[in-house]
């Protein structure tokens, strides 16, 4: 019952945010880095600051101020807190792909930590079946090295993986 307490606000505001959007236009694959108007905040805790760079970057990824995305901000470091918001993550994003995810939509992760990025990244796509959700987007926004990681699973369930590279964060 703990878990669906925790896990229930996840999927709820995943589920309102990505509905009813158009369908995403037309994709270049290339990695590229973030316009230099779009600075990563310099706290890697300062999740407001995070969700406003990260939707600048969706705007300049998609150019479109209707798009709707699925976002999850991964939280740095190992306290247990931390620990538990990103295991909450994989099952949120696994249960979006799951049960949710249609073509057009877009999946976007991103945090201070790329290579925790990725890793959530990876375990939600875990186990989920080869060529299920074709025409999803994934953007990944964090480091090329990382996306590197996450690129097979994400391209073997059928979605496309987009990068936007990130200068490194302080803090």
Known sequence: MKILSV?????????????????????DATPRAAPNDLVPPSRSDDLPAW???????????????????????????DAAAAVEER???VSAIHSLLDQTAVPGNMVVVTGADPERTAEVLVA???????????????LYIGSAASAEKAKPVVHVAG?????????????
């Not at 996840?10 to 945010?17: D, E, P």
């Not at 939707?55 to 901000?73: C, M, N, Q, R, S």
């Not at 979605?159 to 803090?171: D, H, I, M, S, T």
Request: proline share 13%; charged share 15%; aromatic share 6%.
């Open 87 to 89: 295991r909450n993550m």
């Open 7 to 27: 896990l229930g606000p996840w999927v709820l505001a995943a589920l309102l945010m990505g509905c009813s959007h158009p369908a995403d236009p037309a994709v």
């Open 51 to 77: 969700r406003a760079f990260t939707g600048k970057v969706i705007l300049a990824e998609t150019h479109d101020p209707d798009t709707h995305p699925y976002t999850f901000i991964v939280p740095v470091g």
């Open 159 to 171: 979605a496309e993986l987009r990068l936007r590279v990130l200068a490194p964060v302080k803090g």
């Open 124 to 138: 939600a796509f875990d186990n989920v079946p080869p060529r299920s959700i074709p025409q999803l987007a994934v």
